[in-house]
């Protein structure tokens, strides 16, 4: 028996749009929106409960179309579900206030973290979840498919096809996952020329484009002054390189945004060559375009880079060494923050990073009491990827087992000072994110990296080799012997130490050739911003808040 159904529309998606555009006809020329009419048609082409992904990253923010968004009405656009990826500026946040948006997913909220903890206690906002970015990134593309997307670009060209130059970052990613379910695509751009330098988005993804006021933000995140680098950072950093980099070597890396690693970017000319070891690590990176790694790049240490997006003052230097960094025809870098995250979660020998907190086992966080600040890219990289399969030295180096089948393990170090800033202490007996996880209701505590991804924790005490035990009560002895005068660390039994250090799962510098005194500012390749500056030839143009000439 046939059965015979009723007939139904399989493109209900793209009638709906179709309606939509169709109601702001009135309003926009072709595919451009006139400037000042930016909050008339968002309230046409936004329907209440939408998915709206607001672009907002590391480092450029669609801040045009952020600020409309919070002065549309209301009464007209109301209930909807953010998707952003980092919620940084005050209106992330004030929509929510004003009762236009109620649901938010996100991966990080560094500059918002206190607000957006106060406001999901006061009911304010309901959180869905804390994301990695590649995992906030493929749900665009399963459950949390967008309606609208509100991106931004350097420039566009009169039929819509996008240029967004160093800092192209999740820009198609967010554009592909709504232009092809039949979202609507609204992108802010800097200016509107007749001929772009290329084009990284094709207009045919892009519904509408909008000269925005003025131009999008831009922060230099990953700008680090080397002025600001401790002795106890470059103590640190002279481990790392002796007793994990070249210990294990390691080739293929990612650094975190903190002094500790700027410090081991600016050894590698001096303390690295002393040790002989150009050539045998730090080789191939993904890594924004650091200014610390200057000096390296230029003593040819450095073989290649893939960036998650540009930095600010790093344009001409980057358009100059091609060899290193990947460019387009026209000279300027082209970033992807999500190959790279694939790339550092996959592709890579070491993840290294800091945290707020860790716990006795090696479980981190930088989600603390009050303070809903997400994560970001770190848990992507910084665990061990069961899907790996390709073999390297460094990751071969972490087999810990004779059996036919065993397998390598990415390295993933934490470092840290034992202290933070007002005396608190890193090393705590329960991480803090188990009471978040109850103050935003979430079903899992939002911890950053896993115990059992973390191979290496580093601290101005010593390393601990974590990989080298599977016991929880021998994890717990490793770590408290570098822990300091912390509580944890008064745990510390010396005769247990000694034998730590015995079996190589403990060392302290004295066991790694390192002498304390001579771990000083001397050492760096470049102490200043305008060292920098010199390493690059002048190509390296600093924000102002940079220089100190």
Known sequence: MVLIQQQRSWSTRLEGKKKRLAEVEHLVKGVTIPTEKIVDVLELLIKPGDRVVLEGNNQKQASFLSQALVKVDPER?????????????????????????????????????????????????????LHTYVELYGRLFIDLIPNVALVAADKADRFGNLYTGPNTEETPTIVEAAAFRDGIVIAQVNEIVDELPRVDIPGSWVDFIVEADEPYELEPLFTRDPRHITDIQILQAMMCIRGIYEKHGVQSLNHGIGFNTAAIELLLPSYGEQLGLKGKICKNWVLNPHPTLI???????????????????????????????????????????????????????????????????GNSSTVTKGRVAGYGGAPNMGHDPG????????????????????????????????????????????????????????????????????????????????????????????????????????ENDVKRTKLLRERGLVAMPEDLNILRGEANRSLLAAKNIDELVQWSGGLYEPPSKFKSW
């Open 387 to 490: 899907g790996r399969r390709h073999s390297t030295e460094a990751w071969y180096n972490m087999m810990t087992s004779q059996d036919e089948l065993a397998r390598g393990k990415k390295l993933v170090v934490q470092v840290a000072e034992t202290f933070q800033d007002a005396n608190t202490p890193v090393f705590v007996e329960r991480l803090d994110a188990i009471d978040v996880k109850k103050q935003a209701n979430l079903a899992v505590a939002p911890v950053m990296i896993y115990a059992e991804d973390v191979t290496h924790v580093v601290t101005e005490e010593g390393i601990a080799y974590l990989y080298k035990t599977d016991s929880p009560a021998e994890r717990r002895e490793m770590i408290a012997s570098i822990a300091g005068v912390t509580p944890l660390g008064m």
């Open 77 to 129: 656009v109301h209930d909807l579900h953010m998707i952003m990826s980092s919620v940084s500026r005050p209106e992330h946040l004030d929509i929510f206030e004003e009762g236009i948006a109620k649901k938010i997913d996100l991966s990080f909220a560094g500059p918002q973290s206190l607000r957006i903890a106060q406001m999901i206690e006061d009911g304010r906002l309901i959180l869905g979840d």
């Open 295 to 361: 000096p390296a790049i230029e003593t040819g240490w450095v073989e290649s880079v893939h960036c998650f997006g540009g930095e600010l003052g790093m344009e001409k230097y980057v358009q100059a060494r091609r060899d290193i960094f990947f460019t387009g025809k026209d000279g300027s870098l082209r970033s992807n923050r999500t190959l790279a995250q694939l790339a550092g979660q996959y592709a890579v020998d070491l993840f290294i990073g800091s945290t707020l907190q860790m716990d006795a086992y």
